[in-house]
């Protein structure tokens, strides 16, 4: 019954409701979007990859489509408030936290910091390490040209 419910949202120009992620690196990460203020580092613990990592981890050269998908579109929640202007996502080092089991600043490779004309000029994909295309997104580390 569920997947009939879920078969019904469909991706177009105006609604989307994934991210895709692609990790060019030769290390497998985790993403997740942060819902608060970085770098308050007691929040990094709560993050929901410990409860369901094969969802927020992407392997070596690899690509996850499941960490950014959300029922609602990011239009609308820009649009409604949900988020003021701006969605952070974090990249974290998988070695480190599942060796640590802790998340925090050492852990954190990457922060993107999002507005949605960020994502509609992205294609609605990330990368890390950044991309060419993503120089102009704000982001911890700052984008350095290689």
Not at 15 to 20: F, K, L, P, V
Not at 64 to 93: H, M, P
Request: proline share 3%.
């Amino acid at each position: 019954m569920c997947s009939l419910c879920l078969g019904c949202i469909h991706e177009n120009e105006h609604s989307h409701h994934t991210i895709t992620f692609y990790n060019n690196s030769d290390k497998d990460i985790y993403v997740v979007q942060s819902d608060r203020d970085y770098p308050d580092t007691a929040s990094l613990q709560r993050y929901v990859f410990w409860s369901q990592p094969q969802i927020y981890k992407v392997a070596s050269h690899g690509t996850n489509t499941n960490a950014f998908w959300r029922r609602s579109s990011y239009e609308s929640s820009f649009k409604t408030g949900e988020w003021q202007d701006t969605i952070i996502v974090l990249v974290f080092d998988a070695e480190i936290l599942e060796i640590n089991k802790i998340a925090d600043d050492g852990s954190v490779l990457q922060r993107y910091d999002l507005s949605l004309q960020d994502l509609q000029r992205l294609n609605w994909t990330l990368s890390y390490p950044p991309t060419e295309r993503m120089k102009d997104i704000k982001m911890w580390p700052r984008f350095e040209k290689k």
